[in-house]
């Protein structure tokens, strides 16, 4: 199997179809383009979501907590606290470890949310160091986003641009590679952009105004999520490419890599799905917070779309992450 998130139709196939009981208190569980599980706890839901970190080696303390928040961001809830699981290879020293807990101890704190515990092992399981963490949130239930509501006309909104994290982490892990192809202050601003993958705020705002859908956009890029998204709102989408706001230097670094941008994984972009009218409403709350925000497209009756110089090609199901492939060259 290529190496990234397992493809959707296997998921769809047999993890999806092996999910225990049908409890009435677990009001969202596993499914295509859910970030989170939902249970209820009276007038408050408990979101809850959890993400390993296995495409990078630099900043990883910051990115496993970063990364589970925006999950259930996207959800609109806030995080409470977190569980981390390190599993490290027999080579690692104490500060390796020191190191990733200072670096989660930061995000956390930056974030207002409480390492709660976890599990930490050495292990000749793994070659490299693996983090997974836990989010737990909360949210009144009455701001409960029901994708279900979503109407043609829709209109599909992303925030920041696309391939945030994946830029970031290619001139972190690859920044001797592409030193002689590239100036290095422009890998420099790559790496900078590991600081903005968080979404946390959007999310937040979001899901106060109120909105039909949100996905934090992670493994297989803005592609990726609006396929997922489409089919988790149980409608079509066709976006506009030439509305998808992208930085010169994503696109420099796929260029050199041979990837494709939109595929590549962009956690600190928020896809929005919400009502037309609410749309003026989200872009003024977001930019009291120095948050851009486009819409790219809309929700149609059928079919996942991307309309090109005119021309118009179905999305396809996202696959391996063009991370991968990028981070190949150092095997």
């Keep these: 199997m290529e190496i990234g998130k397992i493809p959707n139709e296997i998921l769809q196939r047999i993890a999806f179809n092996n999910t225990g009981s049908d409890r009435k208190d677990v009001l969202v569980g596993a499914g295509i383009g859910e970030d989170n599980a939902i249970m209820d706890f009276g007038d408050e839901i408990c979101v809850i979501s959890t993400d390993p970190i296995t495409g990078a080696t630099k900043d990883i303390g910051k990115l496993a907590i970063t990364i589970s928040c925006n999950d259930v961001a996207s959800s609109g809830a806030e995080p409470i606290g977190v569980l981390i699981t390190i599993l490290a290879p027999p080579k690692t020293t104490e500060q390796d470890i020191r190191s990733i807990m200072e670096e989660a101890d930061a995000a956390s704190r930056e974030l207002n949310i409480e390492i ?87 999310g937040l705002i979001c899901g106060e105004i109120g909105v039909r859908y949100m996905h934090d956009i992670t493994e297989g890029g803005v592609l990726g999520a609006i396929w997922e998204g489409a089919m988790a709102v149980d409608m079509g989408i066709r976006i506009h490419k030439d509305l998808i706001p992208i930085k010169e230097i994503t696109e420099e670094i796929s260029s050199i890599l041979d990837i494709d941008p939109y595929r590549l994984i962009s956690s ?64």
Excluded: C, W
């Design 116 to 202: 709660m515990g976890g599990h930490t092992e050495v292990t000749d399981a793994v070659t490299r160091m693996v983090i997974s963490t836990t989010v737990v949130g909360k949210q009144p239930k009455k701001n409960m986003i029901d994708p279900s509501k979503t109407k043609v006309g829709d209109k599909v909104l992303i925030s920041k641009h696309v391939g945030i994290e994946g830029t970031s982490i290619i001139a972190k892990e690859l920044g001797d590679y592409l030193e002689d192809k590239m100036d290095r202050s422009k890998i420099e601003m790559a790496k900078a952009m590991g600081d903005s993958i968080s979404v946390l705020k959007e």
């Design 268 to 331: 600190g972009s928020m896809m929005i799905v919400a009502e037309e009218s609410k749309v003026g409403i989200i872009e003024d709350s977001l930019a009291r917070e120095d948050i851009d925000v486009t819409v790219i497209g809309e929700v149609i009756e059928d079919g996942i779309f991307i309309e090109e110089d005119g021309i118009e090609r179905e999305i396809e199901a996202p696959g391996s992450d063009e991370l991968y492939r990028a981070l190949s060259i150092l095997e």
